[in-house]
């Protein structure tokens, strides 16, 4: 029984990073109706500024999260200019084609850079771990900071979006970028927050990622980029809440299986769910289809 | 206070504005008739800079606004109630006319401004936590309404507000705009109702495929033959 709680709290730690990153990927679908595969790369980046700057520049851990949310959110922003904004009005495809290349333009960018050797990441997480059930549960300092971060990051984007100007906004151009406009909304402008937010939130998952599993090399964000946005769908893809249920619901199920069915099958497990759950509700957990009246 | 010169829009290839020029003066309400597909909602559109046109002008107050881009349009005061209401369905009432006032600072006026719309629209305040999308049809239309007067224009478009209404909120509208003339604010009025539009408009054109083909007091054009033969149903 205890060591099915030590599965259950790591998964739900994992499944926190995973719901940070669905963040991303659900908020960029829902305003600009695009997925930005190059997301997850966002996240490698976001983990080598913080392996740079702890290493060689020997900034303390703080500030080194500061930076390298710094560097992801104007990577970000950069993107979306340079890449998606001169496609706004074009095919999906050619939109979803360009989000892979620039997926390949960050991983190879990064090998150009920092060399393909994985390097050992040091955790910028200094809680002692908390010792239950007389010594029979652990829980890491890293499973800690990462659940209650991903908490904080829920209810902080929350309030931003119900209770600021620049939220509601977010959710008006989301609805209808035509009638945001009519509003006074700038719409583009809106879209650069979006990606600025989103990649803000995939520099602080790749710091909790890379410090509860240390290793890190210019592929590291692409499979956890896949998980994030297989929760995001899992959990309704545009819907904020959907990526928290899914996110949470994926790592505990991929945890869980790693444990007790078997490690190998285990992303298979993952992905056999989702297909189940897309094929009873095609809209994800949390995700609703808009009805229009006339 | 509005002239349009010389407009021409094209949607690809196809020109749906073909040289349309007119005039709205301050206090005016000035109706916009015509069949589907004649090019009201592009000429709206146009002017409030939803749309580049190809040629033309579009002068605001003095201020040429061809070029400006439609969400800095409205803080010049300037509102436009699209067609098909598009209110924010997912959003509560409040949050659409919070919205409305989006460009504006001052916090206190906007309260002033939503009793004032609350005192014109009693519906809406009953339903202001309730969420847009599940307002019937006539209730959406109140709510781009009184949305669009959030940002407290000084004239404002409104297309094909009767679309789709029972009669009952048609009338209604049609008493909303007349109110929100009798303030004093200018009204661009696009409708496939043109009887009614005629009533209640000051003057009015006649719209035919991208073209102004009939222009005058909406009075005269109301006992014009080819008007009647068209528009009425005579």
Sequence with gaps: ?294 | MLSVKNLEVHYGMIKAIKDVSFEVNQGEVIALIGANGAGKTTILHTVSGLLQPSRGQVIFEGKDITRIPAHKIVSLGMAHVPEGRRVFSQLTVLENLKLGAYTRKDKGEMEETLKMIYGRFPRLEERKNQIAGTLSGGEQQMLAMGRALMSHPRIILMDEPSMGLSPIFVEEVFKIIRDISATGTTVLLVEQNAKKALTIADRAYVLETGNITLEGEADKLMNDESVKKAYLGE
């Design chain 1, 1 to 294: 029984m205890s060591s099915f709680f030590t599965f259950l709290i790591n998964g739900i730690s994992l499944g926190s990073i995973y719901a940070i990153i669905a963040l991303g990927y659900t908020m960029v679908y829902g305003i600009a109706k695009m997925l930005n595969f190059a997301h997850g790369d966002v996240i490698m980046v976001g983990s080598y500024m913080v392996f740079l700057s702890m290493g060689s520049l020997g900034l303390p851990p703080v500030l080194a999260v500061l930076l390298a949310v710094v560097v992801c959110t104007v990577l970000g922003i950069t993107i979306e200019k340079i890449a998606y904004k001169p496609l706004r009005k074009a095919s999906p495809l050619a939109v979803l084609i360009t989000a892979i290349g620039v997926s390949y333009f960050l991983q190879n960018a990064a090998l150009l850079f920092f060399g393909a050797n994985t390097k050992m990441f040091t955790s910028v997480i200094s809680l002692p771990a908390i010792s239950l059930a007389e010594g029979q549960i652990n829980i890491t300092g890293e499973t800690q900071v990462t659940i209650i971060v991903c908490i904080i990051i829920m209810i902080g984007l929350s309030l931003f979006i119900k209770k600021t100007k620049a939220g509601q906004a977010m959710l008006a151009v989301s609805e209808d970028k035509g009638a945001a406009e009519l509003m006074g909304v700038n719409v583009n402008g809106t879209i650069s927050l979006t990606f600025a937010i989103g990649s803000a939130l995939a520099a602080v998952a790749g710091v909790l990622l890379c410090s509860t599993y240390p290793t890190l090399n210019p592929y590291t964000g692409s499979m956890p980029g896949i998980k994030a946005f297989t929760a995001a769908v899992f959990g309704g893809i545009g819907s904020i809440p959907g990526a928290f249920v899914g996110g949470i619901l994926l790592g505990i199920i991929e945890n869980l299986s790693k444990a007790y069915i078997s490690s190998q099958l285990s992303d298979a497990i993952v992905f056999s769910v989702l297909i189940i759950v897309l094929l009873v509700k095609p809209t994800g957990i949390l995700g609703t289809k808009i009805s229009e009246k006339v």
